[in-house]
């Protein structure tokens, strides 16, 4: 049986579990990103059959390429959903503050603002 990692939302309400071993972190930079985080989005790359959520989620198209969702609750982000469906692109900051995972790839670096460095990129 696969560890999991268990996320939840800032009020508690949405939960997500994940397989342990889900590719680290990616951060995007792309404009949508910008505006709806206020900076790069840090996001674990996971294989969508693998996403179990619970709780009040809304979901919306916020690209014609992506879909988004957030706790209906809290409004915490939960993920970005690529419309290919293949991936499920979620939220870092769900997890414990400890995650064992570092950036592993920048996507969208050519969008991202003078005011900060691209992250460091893990091997």
């Known amino acids: 049986m696969t560890t999991q990692l268990n996320g939840r939302c800032h009020c508690g309400q949405v939960t997500v579990t994940i397989p342990e071993d889900a590719f680290g972190i990616v951060a995007c930079h792309c404009g949508d990103c910008q505006k709806l985080?206020?900076?790069?989005f840090a996001m674990l790359a996971v294989d969508?059959?693998?996403v179990t959520w619970?709780?009040?989620?809304?979901?919306?198209?916020?690209?014609?390429?992506a879909n988004r969702t957030f706790c209906k609750n809290c409004g915490s982000r939960l993920a970005k959903l690529p419309v290919?469906?293949?991936k499920t692109l979620v939220s870092a900051g769900l997890f414990d503050a400890h995650l064992a995972r570092r950036i592993r790839k920048n996507v969208f670096a050519e969008s991202k603002p003078d005011w900060y460095e691209l992250p460091q990129?893990?091997?």
């Open 37 to 40: 985080h206020g900076n790069f």
């Open 48 to 50: 969508t059959a693998n």
């Open 54 to 65: 619970t709780g009040d989620i809304q979901t919306y198209a916020s690209s014609p390429k």
């Open 84 to 86: 290919d469906g293949a």
């Open 121 to 123: 990129e893990e091997s």
